[in-house]
């Protein structure tokens, strides 16, 4: 039972434009809500957090959504660089529980 | 430098065998994690420690083992009783445990059984 999916596994975006990554869960118990960023055989490095008392959260180049009655989450990031190619995981908790991580999705930054 | 540091970066093992990923961390964190990767499914929960001298099953502990003698140690066994051990591992570790705090990665360990 995957409590936190995200549908597209992979997007490609041209260099400058708008990222957008998708995010959708299921249990409405969720509180805290978080997107990492990973590249080939390295460990996931984490990107930005979102508690379910916000609906948005700006760090830069990237900002989070939160959208509660949809239970759907999004990641912007803008202006998109090359660098910025890697797959990109979202995950959520409960309370003092642990996270659940979504499947990913590849982003590849097209220059 | 904190960090948390994941040994070795490749592993080939032979089927039947058991064996023991490292994962270290200097960054005085009381809960530390094991995931695995792959391909389509994302990050799943193996174990995971709250606190020193103190582990817990996560969603796929069936085939593993660990320990948490010391606070900045949490090496995973994979055992021979593990039916597909080939997968990317991940050790990672948080300030303390719980959701209002972000769980920082080690590199990972791609374990190979032929």
């Known amino acids: 039972d995957q409590q936190v999916k995200q549908n597209s596994p992979s997007l490609s975006v041209q260099e400058g434009r708008i990222s957008i990554l998708n995010c959708d869960y299921t249990?409405?118990?969720?509180?805290?809500f978080l997107w990492y960023k990973k590249y080939p055989a390295e460990g996931p490095t984490f990107l930005i957090s979102?508690?379910?008392?916000?609906d948005k959260n700006e760090d830069g180049r990237f900002t989070v959504f939160l959208n509660k009655s949809a239970k759907h989450l999004s990641l912007h990031i803008v202006p998109s660089q090359p660098g910025d190619s890697a797959v990109y995981f979202c995950?959520?908790?409960?309370?003092?529980?642990?996270?659940?991580f979504g499947t990913g999705t590849r982003l590849t930054i097209i220059p | 430098d904190g960090g948390i540091t994941q040994s070795p970066k490749y592993l080939f093992r032979k089927e039947g065998q058991n064996v023991t990923l490292s994962c270290e961390q200097n960054?005085?964190?009381?809960?530390m994690y094991w995931y695995r990767q792959d391909p389509g499914q994302g990050l799943r929960l193996i174990y995971y420690?709250?606190?020193?001298?103190?582990?817990q099953k996560g969603d796929i502990a069936e085939g593993y083992s660990v320990s948490r003698e010391k606070k900045e140690s949490f090496p995973l066994t994979v055992t021979s009783a593990q039916k597909n051990p080939t997968a990317f591992y991940l050790c990672?570790?948080?300030?303390?445990?719980?959701?209002?705090?972000?769980?920082?990665f080690g590199q990972g360990t791609r374990l190979t059984v032929v």
């Open positions: 995950a959520a908790a409960t309370g003092n529980e642990k996270l659940t």
């Open positions: 990672a570790s948080s300030i303390v445990w719980g959701s209002s705090t972000e769980a920082f």
């Open positions: 960054l005085n964190h009381d809960a």
């Open positions: 979102i508690s379910s008392i916000k």
């Open positions: 249990n409405s118990m969720f509180d805290y």
């Open positions: 420690s709250q606190i020193v001298n103190d582990f």
